[in-house]
């Protein structure tokens, strides 16, 4: 296993664990510093954000907690790496053809790359035609972008999904959105 593959596989989510961990803490901690509102409900300004952090942080342990090698014969480096026991799939002798065809592997940087220009240009046209007519071509174009082919699905959960959003933004909280 090449340094490169090893430290993608290994470091990489880690690095990306910790990240989302501290982006979490950040956000609670910038949470708990605007101002109290007082109203009928218990839903200040600081509620969607303080679960938006504590998603992060959760999110981030979960992905330590997978991140990490899994090891055959016990803990603290006792033990080949599970990937380095198993029988290794190019080898005939497992029943594997050796000609089996290997998975293709997408690159992920042009779907990343798709995903901010679709929000960049929801970004700017959400002002100008409000929230109704942006939200539905917006989240059918992530729906495309992050593979989905199938176009009434994607379509039926843009609409679906706005409309949600809309109820509980506009009708039940009373947040104002552009329109």
Not at 51 to 62: D, H, K, T
């Amino acid at each position: 296993m090449s340094v490169i593959r090893w430290f993608r596989e290994r470091v990489g989510d880690a690095v990306l664990a910790v990240a989302s961990v501290v982006c979490g803490i950040a956000m609670l901690v910038a949470a708990e510093r605007l101002p109290e509102v007082a109203t009928f409900r218990d839903v200040g300004p600081a509620f969607f954000p303080e679960i938006v952090g504590w998603g992060f942080v959760a999110s981030g342990v979960l992905m330590l907690v997978i991140a990490r090698p899994r090891r055959i014969g016990g803990f603290g480096g006792q033990g080949p790496v599970a990937a380095e026991a198993a029988p290794s799939a190019r080898d005939p002798s497992h029943g594997v053809d050796e000609a089996a065809p290997q998975p293709r592997l997408d690159h992920p940087w042009p779907r990343f790359a798709a995903a901010i220009a679709v929000t960049a240009a929801y970004v700017f046209l959400l002002p100008r035609f409000g929230f109704l007519w942006t939200t539905v071509p917006f989240l059918f174009g992530m729906g495309v972008v992050f593979g989905s082919r199938r176009v009434v699905v994607n379509a039926g959960t843009a609409v679906i999904a706005t409309a949600f959003l809309y109820l509980v933004f506009r009708v039940w909280l009373r947040v104002p959105l552009p329109m």
